[in-house]
């Protein structure tokens, strides 16, 4: 495992930024029995976190989360109405069903990348509910230039991005070097600190 840390200031949040190139954890076999408390199918959450009007429905979870009422906060990526990639965070309650009174029917999309983006895509990759109920999301956002940068994002505990945090709720940070002509920056890990800060 590659293992790429970088320390950031974004406010008065403190972020230690953690670029995994790869990640391989073992698996102990053992017995597995799905839980029946999740409907309709039994273990399982089935739900399209695509746009209605997408005319591309692919959509994928990349991070879960529990929060300590029971319910799973779950990021990824998906379409928007217009077809276009974009990150998203969606909540479930303990049975496994979207969340209604969360964003827009229990997801909401985040479009985190720069508006002069010509190809504009984003994906969250890792997700955390801090202790006063906000939702912050890490993974990557396209610049202007088409070339991804860290995305951060925070979100009210109703799944509204927060307005009081960045751009309309997120920014975007390149951590590359001056001299790197095509920065890949992806954030994949996201933690909360003892001060209240995130580690990213």
């Known amino acids: 495992m590659a293992l790429r840390r970088h320390t950031i200031r974004v406010g008065a949040i403190s972020l230690l930024v953690m670029s995994l190139l790869a990640l391989q954890t073992p698996f102990q076999a053992g017995a597995v029995a799905l839980d029946p408390v999740f409907t309709p199918t039994p273990g399982v959450m089935n739900f399209q976190a ?73 994906e969250g990759r890792a997700v955390v509910v801090a202790p006063d109920g906000k939702i912050w999301l ?29 751009e309309r709720g997120s920014v975007r940070i390149n951590v590359a070097r001056s001299r790197v002509e095509e920065p890949q920056c992806r954030a994949n890990a996201l933690a909360l600190q003892n001060d209240a800060g995130v580690t990213k």
């Open 50 to 122: 695509s746009a209605p009007g997408a005319s591309h429905k692919h959509s994928s979870i990349v991070a879960i989360t529990s929060q300590t009422d029971g319910k799973y906060v779950v990021a990824g990526s998906a379409h928007d109405s217009q077809s276009r990639p974009c990150a998203f965070v969606a909540r479930m309650l303990s049975n496994g069903q979207l969340d209604a009174s969360f964003g827009e029917n229990g997801i909401t999309r985040i479009h985190g990348s720069d508006p002069a983006a010509s190809r504009p895509q984003s």
């Open 138 to 166: 890490a993974g990557y956002a396209f610049s202007s230039e088409n070339y991804p940068f860290f995305l951060i994002s925070r979100l009210d505990s109703n799944g509204h991005p927060d307005q009081s945090f960045g």
